[in-house]
């Protein structure tokens, strides 16, 4: 989630192509120009044709166009790949061939869809707003819902196998609601699943989103947006992973008592914990504890050091791109991706066009130089998909729901990423990256217990019940000078 009241109206806003081929033998039954010196060189002038910069593959050719080709793969060898005219049937994008199941060859890859991912989605959050969490409102039938980014048929047009849903609540509910509010948006993540269950199916751990693969449902996963959530408190969070919370994003679009955001980057926000507190320290900590993904998006830059030092195990940016790409602090900085590097992290390429090009407008091309940017500084282990659609107002040409995911991995294939790294970047760099964490998760461990300290809180709308007689908390000079003042004020005589 990157606006807290977006507005969705209908659409919204590389490398070079090579291609092998058996450019010197003869095809029986076909003539012999195939051979002649011009023709690899108009298959090339072609198929850019396809490839515009805008990627998006909308359209198909209509079969009198000169340069309509099917693709199709030779029997060997198995990588070798050759054009042939199709001069009755209109050709198809590599997007269109992977929804029809059918293989995609560009240059050496040859891939048909992978399947499955888990990306972060606001549809809950669109759920609040526009029907109050009522999924019995008949405006609210996710099979046919309008003017949202994901509905179940866009779901199933884009493939999706895995979504993490976020359980969002907005920076002015902290000190305030801030957990109720998540128990009842993890509230209605759970009922999304029992109200389609032949759609959904509510899991907690890596094992699950492969079972929900092979069933053909959408492994459905709860993601909490915002360390505001668990109110300072590891009995919250404990709560939250026991409710099937299995990321914590650390800070939203504010500081949380213990954890810096991004805007303390731009000068907007004050750092209150020079990135993360001791109090930040054990919150990291018992994440690790309990086996819940940290989630680096939205936070600031010393705090996404200080936590991938800290964390014994893998973190994510749920929805965050690369800021050399896009110079805008909400991405990740090259020093940053060195670091997700060394420990085995992933940064899951955020699709709003104020993080894809600076701009408010943007392109699927521009998409992928994010993920391009990621693979060559971190490595194609470190790539991801982070999507955010319904958390924002304005998203790339090419991209304008999840229906279009396909068309992302055309463009992928297109720059000759491989098979292995396509499907790393839309399900298995993360299911890497759950399963590290799973393993490094220790239930048998006493878990934390030391609270925040009660200075660090805002008070106005809380008890402080527990802190007087906690034989482990100090008082602080001031708060000790208050008490004791307090207590004169009460003994004196009227």
């Avoid at 990588?79 to 995609?104: A, D, F, M, Y």
């Avoid at 509510?202 to 079972?211: E, H, L, P, Y």
């Avoid at 805008?328 to 420990?343: G, I, M, S």
Wanted: net charge neutral; charged share 20%.
């Amino acid at each position: 989630m990157d606006t807290q009241t977006p507005e969705h109206t209908g659409s919204r806003d590389g490398g070079q192509d090579r291609r092998t081929g058996a450019a010197g033998e003869r095809i029986p039954g076909e003539r012999g120009m195939w051979t002649s010196w011009w023709f690899w060189p108009l298959v090339a002038v072609c198929t850019a044709d396809q490839f515009r910069d805008t990627a998006a593959y909308t359209q198909e050719p209509h079969v009198n166009q000169p340069c309509s080709w099917r693709l199709f793969q030779l029997q060997a060898p198995p990588t070798s790949t050759i054009l042939k005219p199709s001069r009755h049937l209109p050709s198809l994008s590599p997007s269109e061939r992977l929804r029809e199941g059918r293989p995609v060859h560009l240059g050496l890859s040859s891939v048909t869809w992978p399947g499955g991912a888990a990306r972060h989605n606001d549809l809950p959050w669109q759920l609040l707003k526009l029907f109050n969490n009522q999924l019995q409102d008949p405006r609210a039938n996710l099979t046919s819902l309008a003017h949202t980014h994901t509905n179940i048929p866009k779901l199933k047009a884009g493939f999706v196998g895995a979504q993490f849903w976020s359980a969002y609540t907005p920076c002015d509910t902290q000190n305030k609601d801030a957990v109720k509010r998540t128990l009842e948006q993890i509230d209605v993540i759970h009922r999304m699943c029992q109200l389609y269950p032949e759609t959904f199916l509510c899991v907690t751990d890596s094992t699950g989103i492969r079972q929900a693969f092979q069933e053909g449902k959408v492994a459905s996963l709860v993601g909490v947006e915002g360390g505001h959530s668990i109110d300072s408190s590891l009995g919250v969070l404990r709560a939250l992973y026991h409710l099937g919370m299995r990321y914590l994003t650390l800070t939203h679009s504010c500081n949380t008592p213990w954890a810096d955001n991004w805007l303390v980057d731009t000068g907007e926000d004050k750092a209150r914990s020079q990135g993360l507190s001791l109090f930040g320290q054990s919150v990291v900590k018992e994440m690790n504890r309990l086996g819940v993904i940290i989630d680096l998006a939205h936070t600031s830059m010393a705090t996404m050091k200080a936590v991938l030092q800290l964390s014994k195990a893998p973190v994510v940016f749920s929805h965050s791109s690369a800021y050399s790409v896009c110079q805008h602090r909400r991405n990740v900085p090259d020093d940053v991706l060195q670091l997700v590097k060394r420990t085995g992290s992933l940064v899951m390429v955020n699709f709003y066009n104020d993080y894809v090009s600076c701009r408010a407008e943007a392109n699927l091309s521009q998409v992928a130089d994010h993920l391009d940017h990621i693979k060559k500084v971190a490595g194609a282990g470190a790539v991801g998909l982070g999507g955010d659609y319904d958390g924002v107002s304005r998203l790339p040409s090419g991209l304008k729901d999840v229906s279009k995911y396909p068309d992302l991995v055309a463009e992928l294939l297109r720059r000759q990423w491989t098979e292995a790294e396509v499907k790393g970047a839309l399900a298995n760099n993360l299911l890497r990256v759950f399963e590290a964490v799973e393993q490094a998760s220790s239930h048998t461990q006493p878990p934390g217990e030391e609270p925040i300290p009660l200075d660090q809180l805002e008070t106005s709308c809380r008890t402080s019940y527990g802190y007087s007689g906690a034989p482990s908390l100090h008082l602080q000079p001031g708060a000790l000078l208050a008490s004791l003042a307090l207590l004169v004020l009460c003994l004196c005589p009227l």
